[in-house]
DNA sequence: ATAACAAACGTTATATTATAACACTATGTT
DNA sequence: AACATAGTGTTATAATATAACGTTTGTTAT
């Protein structure tokens, strides 16, 4: 039932860099990395970025300006997105917590609001850092 | 017992704009309106934005590159912030809910990280623009 | 098959956000 | 006074992201 979605050749060019990465990847830094393969453009990458997130394919780190894979393989659509970063290292690991995608989903204030989706961020050491 | 803290002129001038704004104001719309009052380069917002983060006067909006002022009086060090943002009007709310706060700030996994900082951001849409 | 439309592409230029480097000034210890 | 620390001013530049335009490719409906 799962239909896979079929990505376009940058698309794919930009994922499998992103997939293949063991830290989060900057914009620019996927750019030299693929020109290789013909893509020349900061706009490219961009374009390809921008899809690839409304797939679910990838998230941005909104603070570090970078992109990482997503490793929930379920998780087509990424509605719900928390990271743990470490201020020493930068090691960024995505957080899959049941319990916190839970609460947080069902977040409601009396403002009106109607959320669709929130992104989280933990920053702290790593064991090998602290 | 709560020593206010002396902002130098520049955060001074930085505050006052951020704090009299009823939006979060990017960097740049900030320099553009301190001009008259002197401040003339990019860095010298930057610098000022920098430490009024410190203070935990004002928080970014990471999502928007965009800076708020802080409501709650007594957070002078901000560790744990959380925004509401409206998709359509752009509009951002700090959320001051102490159950998430609570929740997030005892938020341990097995990865043996040391958590000393979170930031929470909701996307939705806000009572007017739904 | 082909018309019509949407999605993706390629390219150039430019906008926006942020920091490096360096010399100088003010302020607060001891 | 000597020293440390924080803040300032300035120029230059790095890093991140989008606008605008025209072309190409892929999908869908007849």
Redesign the interface.
Known sequence: MTQTQILSKNQQIVLDIIEKAKEPLKAYSILFNVQKKGIKAPLQVYRALEKLIKLGKIHKV??RNAFVACKNSYCRISKATAF?I?ESCEKV?E?N?SK?SK??SN?E?N?????????????????KC?
Request: glycine content about 6%.
């Open positions: 909104e603070s743990s470490c690991t957080i917590n916190i609460y947080l977040f204030d403002t009106g609001m109607t959320y669709k989706k929130y992104n989280l961020e933990f920053f702290g050491l790593c064991k602290r």
